[in-house]
């Protein structure tokens, strides 16, 4: 059976879902081995020609099941099976047919691509020696067979599609969660570094008029530096989430470094409990940009069951839409809410709404 190591120190896991129960799979099968038994019972033969027919049979049946086991590789498993098969031909003749369905559901099951397809196509044409009709054999015996292959090969076929179709969906969660840490990364570093660089130009203005403020604002440069750093860690390690009472106390302390003024409009009880975290995100951003780009006098921030506005009354909307809305729009698209960026007329507006 075919495996694929997880990692240079991880456990060995199977490409198929036959490795664990392949075994009961097959022994459910084995009683289709009555017609060979029965064959060899009614045979003319001699009891120790039967006694090692049976004999044969019997192998033939734990070397099937142990094929789909790790006791015992699949190719080994058939070889073992296709020489006590032919064994039995001399008591029961061209009956040996009937075990050919054994052998195309292991191969099919069990082989490695491509091979499987050229062993289960050998074993589909075997079956065709039925309408020779020798010794009284039935003719068209093949197609009682065939259906039985087909469903072997229909299971590789399926199993190929669903291993296929698990790897696209663990590819796609890889790049997911890459989006999702440089959006994270994006957004803190965003914030962090406009209030660091707010805080630095407000220190060095008041560096010779104000001492005292300067060195307050200086400590509260390494204290936002460090809260930085720790964001970055927890979002890196997918563990931060965001806070809308941190990010509404937060907000108009990095406004008023910038010298804009702030009114709160509506409580974070007002918001609806499932989309808080979302809504910080977006408070975090807006308020980032306003600092950044808006050169506005005032800020409003409206908060109500419905989703967040924050309006500034700045030079409003100019150049092409940044990282970060897109990646506001992405986060509140994927939650069922909708991002709009509005002219406020002085201003711009944004406003998240969700159903």
């Known amino acids: ?53 049976m004999l044969c049979i019997a192998g033939f049946a734990v070397a099937n099941v142990l094929g789909y086991s790790t006791r015992l590789g699949p190719w080994w498993a058939l070889g073992l099976m296709l020489a006590l098969a032919l064994a039995t031909a001399p008591v029961i ?5 009937s075990f050919t369905p054994y052998l195309a559901i292991l191969s099919a099951l069990e082989l490695p691509h491509p091979w499987w397809k050229w062993a289960v196509g050998f074993w589909a044409v075997v079956p065709l020696l039925s309408l020779l009709d020798i010794d009284g054999f039935p003719t068209f015996f093949f197609l009682m067979l065939w259906p039985i292959m087909i469903g072997g090969a229909m299971l590789r076929i399926f199993g190929e599609r669903e291993h296929l179709a698990y790897q696209a969906r663990g590819e796609h969660a890889i790049v997911a969660e890459r989006e999702r840490v440089a959006r994270d990364v994006h957004d803190v570093l965003g914030h962090s570094l406009t209030a660091l660089s707010v805080k630095a130009e407000l220190a060095a203005r008041l560096i010779d008029i104000d001492p005292a403020r300067a060195k307050e604002e200086l400590e509260s440069i390494q204290t936002t530096a460090r809260q930085a750093l ?9 563990l931060r989430a965001g806070n809308l009472d941190a990010e509404l106390a937060a907000a108009p302390r990095v406004l008023a470094d910038a010298g804009i003024s702030t009114r709160v409009v509506g409580e974070v009880a007002d918001t609806d409990p499932r989309h808080r975290a979302l809504l910080a995100w977006v408070l975090r951003e807006s308020v980032t940009n306003v600092v950044r780009h808006a050169r506005a006098q005032s800020v409003v921030i409206e908060l109500g069951p419905h989703g967040i506005a924050v309006t500034d009354d700045g030079c409003g909307r100019t150049g092409p839409e940044g990282n970060g809305l897109r990646g506001l729009r992405e986060r509140v698209g994927g939650a069922g809410g909708t991002l709009d960026v509005l002219d406020a007329a002085p201003g711009t507006r944004v406003e998240v709404g969700f159903p």
């Not at 694929?4 to 991880?10: A, I, R, V």
């Not at 003749?93 to 047919?97: E, H, K, L, Q, S």
């Open 1 to 53: 059976m075919n495996r694929t190591p997880s990692g240079p120190d991880g456990p060995t896991l199977p490409d198929n879902p036959w490795e664990k129960w392949g075994w009961a799979f097959a022994a459910i099968w084995l009683v289709f081995l009555a017609f060979p038994v029965i064959a060899v019972a009614e045979s003319d033969v001699g009891l120790p020609a039967q006694v090692g027919a």
């Open 93 to 97: 003749g061209i009956g040996v047919i």
């Open 230 to 238: 720790a964001e970055v860690r927890a979002t890196v390690g997918g």
